[in-house]
């Protein structure tokens, strides 16, 4: 295991996919490890077990996400730059939480369906029959961008720019999604800037533009509510508002891509699932997202810093030592989920940490992407008899996202 620091930090290990037998061997060997940073970082403590990431995940007092939630260290000056709700605390964390959680609230996510339904047959549809097409471009990418354009009020010839500079933030790692890559050119001028990338200065562009029509003229769109104040009177200033934007542009859409993207992979590979897909009744079809989920962990790890010195099974941890919760190891953690490497749609328990689930920073767009997926799923199985492979996919060059980036399908339409 000398050598696992280097495995699990590589952009470029992910690329050839999940180094499971790794973290199988990190969670029984070593689920508290020291991990050294092979670019010259100070190094982190990896959390592999279920158990210790859910621990983590809840004490908030001991485990800080305040100072960051990458790997990478950052000074006072960047971290409060670049602050947005995920690098928060309570009291704070709580109070924006309140002001911007409102359209995603269960409740508001459930009068979606129909608007997510009649863009996912709007997406199928605009496929124009056709057998043979890249599902990650043609169906996972466009059904999260028409939806975030509807709820932020946005026109249709904005979205694709827009989403192409969410996946320029994201794949910051990544050389085909921007030019700024993080590991591979300097981007210390573009430290204060989120995912130091000169991208977001577009992108905060177009939120104060947003912004300063709607409060011109108010719409009935995300944008609107946000800048209107809550029963105490609290409203949120600018800079709050061009950095939320900017996250709900990026991780609000790539995340429920790469979902989708591994629920259609599991289709591929079990046939017969898809073509159960009609049959099944909606407790049947929550549970395989559910499990679409927790296999695709789409969002790999979130890091903490200790608050204070602590022990975690015989390990002394330090104050103001990074800790990274690998969530795509806690889902595979056989002490949780029994046959974890075996996907199971019926799975029952299934209580997964993705999207922060069971935590204080549960993702504040879970409840829609679960609609999402869901939704979409249905609208395939109604339009398609089978789907299969279609040439080599490719995946993203990333330790931090999850995710097939090219997914060449040929589908059978009813």
Not at 243 to 262: H, P, Q
Not at 357 to 366: P, V
Request: glycine residues 6%.
């Amino acid at each position: 295991m000398e050598n696992f620091a280097a495995t699990i930090t590589s952009h470029d290990t992910y690329v050839e996919g999940i180094p499971h037998e790794t973290f199988r061997e990190l969670r029984a060997t070593n689920p508290v490890a020291w991990t050294n940073e092979p670019d010259g970082g100070r190094g982190f403590w990896s959390l592999t077990k279920y158990e210790d990431v859910l621990y983590a995940s809840r004490h908030t007092e001991l485990f800080s996400s305040r100072m960051g939630i990458r790997m990478e260290d950052m000074d006072e000056e960047e971290t409060e730059a670049r602050r947005t709700l995920m690098e928060m605390d309570s009291p704070e964390h709580t109070r924006l939480r309140r002001l911007v959680s409102r359209p995603f609230t269960p409740r508001a996510v459930h009068g979606y369906e129909d608007s997510v339904r009649e863009l996912a047959r709007e997406v199928l549809d605009n496929l124009n029959g056709a057998n043979e097409f890249d599902f990650v471009k043609s169906v996972a990418r466009e059904l999260p961008m028409k939806m975030l354009g509807r709820l932020l009020g946005l026109p249709d010839e904005d979205l694709d720019w827009l989403v192409s500079r969410g996946d320029a933030l994201i794949g910051n790692t990544d050389p085909e999604f921007t030019d700024y890559v993080v590991d591979q050119t300097d981007t210390s001028a573009y430290r204060l800037l989120p995912f130091r990338s000169p991208v977001a200065l577009e992108l905060f562009e177009y939120a104060q533009q947003a912004l300063e029509q709607r409060r011109i003229t108010p719409t009935h769109d995300v944008l609107s509510a946000l800048l209107e104040p809550n029963s105490e009177g609290d409203r949120l200033d600018d800079p709050t508002l061009k950095n939320f934007f900017t996250l709900m542009v990026a991780a609000g859409n790539d995340t429920t891509r790469y979902s989708m993207v591994a629920g259609m992979q599991a289709f591929i590979e079990r046939p017969e699932l898809f073509a159960r897909l009609p049959l099944m009744d909606d407790a049947e079809r929550k549970a395989l997202v559910d499990e679409v989920l927790r296999w695709s962990s789409t969002t790999m790890h979130f890091r903490r810093t200790v608050v204070e010195d602590t022990e975690l099974r015989g390990q002394q941890l330090k104050k103001g030592d990074k800790v990274v919760l690998w969530y795509v190891s806690a889902n595979f953690d056989e002490d949780q989920f029994n046959d974890p490497f075996t996907f199971q749609p019926d799975r029952t328990p299934n209580d997964h940490v993705a999207f922060g689930l069971h935590s204080a920073h549960l993702c504040l767009g879970a409840h829609l992407a679960r609609l999402e997926l869901r939704v979409m799923f249905e609208e395939m199985a109604k339009a398609w008899s089978s789907v299969e492979g279609n040439g080599p996919s490719e995946r993203f060059r990333s330790n931090f996202i999850n995710g097939i980036k090219k997914l060449p399908v040929k589908v059978t339409w009813r």
